[in-house]
Nanobody, 123 residues
């Protein structure tokens, strides 16, 4: 089993930055892909970004490309999501997810999930 704990959410103004963290524990060595998803009120959960645990590849949703950066620190078993130039439409609960293989943009590809952290961007 893998446990994931997100942190770093909060209330910010449009244009501000936030960095989310996702700490993995348990069988963290089995993680191959770490992803971030988000769910806004009344909307379905959507893919944001993902990184291969070895750092070989990152992929972003078009809506965040150029503003968000996903990264990982293997020594700390932690993934990060640096969010810059935040917009009100970025407001959502952000979830990190882990897969033991090459995960993509679909939530069913990830077997482990954190509890989520709220990000609210005011205009």
């Amino acid at each position: 089993q893998v446990q994931l704990v997100e942190s770093g959410g909060g209330l910010v103004q449009a244009g501000d930055s936030l960095r989310l963290s996702c700490a993995a524990s348990g069988r963290a060595f089995s993680i191959y892909t770490m992803g971030w998803f988000r769910q806004a009120p009344g909307k379905e959960r959507e893919f944001v970004a993902r990184v291969i645990w070895t750092g070989e590849g990152t992929y972003y949703a078009d809506s965040v490309k150029g503003r968000f950066t996903i990264s990982r620190d293997n020594a700390k078993n932690t993934a990060y999501l640096q969010m810059n130039s935040l917009k009100p439409e970025d407001t959502a609960v952000y979830y990190c997810a882990a897969a033991a293989y090459s995960g993509g943009t679909y939530d069913f590809q990830y077997g482990y999930w954190g509890q989520g952290t709220q990000v609210t961007v005011s205009s």
